[in-house]
């Protein structure tokens, strides 16, 4: 690979991760959404989102 | 770049130049060769770490194989290099069929005014074939393709050729540097598209062993404006892309994995990953979806 096919390669990278990042979290704030309103207990969305009670409240505010 | 990291024959600018090196022949370099028919990968098998690639290898249209290296400087060491890129052609290539050829060539850069071309060994004889680019005007090919552009007159293949590698032409790294640069902004004002790829893509490809990473960076940034960047942020977009979308289904899958262990209702499983009922009775028998 060129030098400058290199730049290019690990900015796709970064670029990729970043959005990987970014969609996991927005994923990961969907279904904790969908879960608060189905009613799941809330130490078992926390457990199985990562989210904290906080954030969970947060979510359930602004919905 | 971390020193540490491996990168392939991926690069778009060989994917390119695979398609668009075809037909095309190497008299603008003063050598006698049968067009090229492919652009060949050159990440060829390794026996050590610290091996290079070449820096092409190319399929005739005679049906024989060509190592093209570039050298701005002559040393009789480097014939030993050679003997290792012929060893790992031959073991990818070499095919018991009686009709194998090789050619290996080397095309010295404004650098170099002679070398030799064989190295003998009473085991081996190795035969190189040379070009000394010292003998192309570059000042001149260059403002004879720059007046054919400027006047609408479509430029020949052997224009194109003498194009890529012009910047190899001049002496000295900082010369080479300073004529890339020109050919680049000359190459974006060739009309035609697929000769304005070829032309970025090629001129690229020949000079990147003579620019350092400090000057990559500024020729990327100019690279950024031309089709090529386009191309590059297409892949960059398009890998970003399929990257999140496949990380989204495994997440889901987690979660509804998650979601199945604990005994929750399947219905919100359901409205909560996407997934269809089909689809999470197949999870819970281990298996993918």
Excluded: W
């Excluded at chain 2, 069929?97 to 090789?102: E, P, T």
């Excluded at chain 2, 010295?108 to 190295?119: L, N, P």
């Amino acid at each position: 690979m060129t030098k400058i096919g290199q730049l290019y390669e690990k900015e796709k990278i970064e670029y990729a991760n970043q959005k990987v990042r970014e969609n996991s979290i927005k994923e990961r704030t969907e279904m904790a959404m969908k879960m608060l309103t189905c009613d799941i207990d809330i130490i078992d969305i926390m457990k199985m989102t990562g989210l904290t009670e906080t954030e969970l409240l947060g979510l359930q505010n602004k919905a | 770049m971390s020193e540490g990291i491996t990168y392939h024959n991926k690069d778009i600018l060989f994917k390119i130049l695979s398609q668009t090196y075809k037909e095309k022949s190497f008299s603008a370099y003063g050598l006698d060769l049968p067009p090229i028919r492919e652009l060949l990968p050159t990440n060829l098998p390794k026996i050590s770490a610290n091996e290079k690639d070449v820096d092409n290898l190319f399929l005739l249209e005679d049906g024989t194989y060509a190592i093209v290296d570039y050298e701005a400087e002559y040393k009789r060491l480097n014939k030993v290099k050679y003997l290792n890129y012929v060893a790992r052609v031959l073991e990818k290539y070499y095919k018991e069929d009686g009709n194998f050829n090789l050619r290996l060539i080397v095309i010295y850069t404004g650098d170099v005014k002679s070398a030799e071309a064989t190295f003998e060994t009473s085991c081996v004889t190795l035969r190189t074939e040379q070009a000394f680019l010292v003998h192309i005007d570059g000042e001149a090919a260059f403002e004879a393709i720059r007046r054919k552009i400027d006047s609408g007159i479509p430029l020949e293949d052997d224009d194109l050729m003498k194009l890529v590698i012009l910047p190899l032409t001049v002496s000295g790294s900082e010369g080479k540097q300073a004529m890339l640069e020109r050919v680049v902004v000359l190459a974006e004002q060739i009309a035609d598209e697929g000769q304005r790829i070829f032309a970025l893509s090629g001129v690229i490809v020949a000079s990147d062993k003579f620019i350092d990473r400090e000057y990559s960076e500024q020729i990327r940034r100019r690279i950024n404006m031309t089709k090529i960047g386009q191309l590059y942020e297409k892949e960059k977009i398009e890998y970003a892309n399929q990257k999140v979308k496949e990380t989204a289904i495994k997440e889901r899958t987690e979660m509804a994995m998650k979601m199945l262990a604990r005994g929750i209702d399947i219905i919100d499983i359901m409205g909560v990953t996407g997934f269809t009922e089909a689809e999470l009775l197949r999870l819970q028998n281990g298996e993918l979806i």
